[in-house]
């Protein structure tokens, strides 16, 4: 059982920047892959990118270059920095933790970018 709190959300103007944390609790957190999902208002819920323990880095491509994962399995950790954010990046956003047996989701934080 992993449990997964997001924090770092928030209102920004565009241009802006903003990381967000997950912190986990529970056993064997380096076992689990790590990705930040979010949800727009009336859209589908998206990856946005994902940190494998093998070291492995994917982002969405409306993200590349603009937003960086990192993960610190000593602080049991996951943080997405923001930076260049755009008002579609306004969404609800979830830590996700994975491998092949079981799959664990946050509460999700808001990001909100507006003027």
């Known amino acids: 059982q992993v449990d997964l709190v997001e924090s770092g959300g928030g209102l920004v103007q565009p241009g802006g920047s903003l990381r967000l944390s997950c912190v986990a609790s529970g056993h064997a957190f380096s076992i689990y892959s790590m990705g930040w999902y979010r949800r727009a208002p009336g859209k589908q819920r998206e990856l946005v990118a994902a940190?494998?323990?093998?070291?492995?880095?994917d982002y969405a491509t409306s993200v590349q270059g603009r937003f960086t994962i990192s993960r610190d399995n000593a602080k049991n950790t996951v943080h997405l920095q923001m930076n260049s954010l755009k008002p579609e990046d306004t969404a609800v956003y979830y830590c996700?933790?994975?491998?092949?047996?079981?799959?664990?989701w946050g509460q999700g934080t808001q990001v909100t970018v507006s003027s």
């Open positions: 940190r494998t323990t093998g070291g492995r880095t």
């Open positions: 996700n933790a994975y491998n092949p047996d079981k799959n664990y």
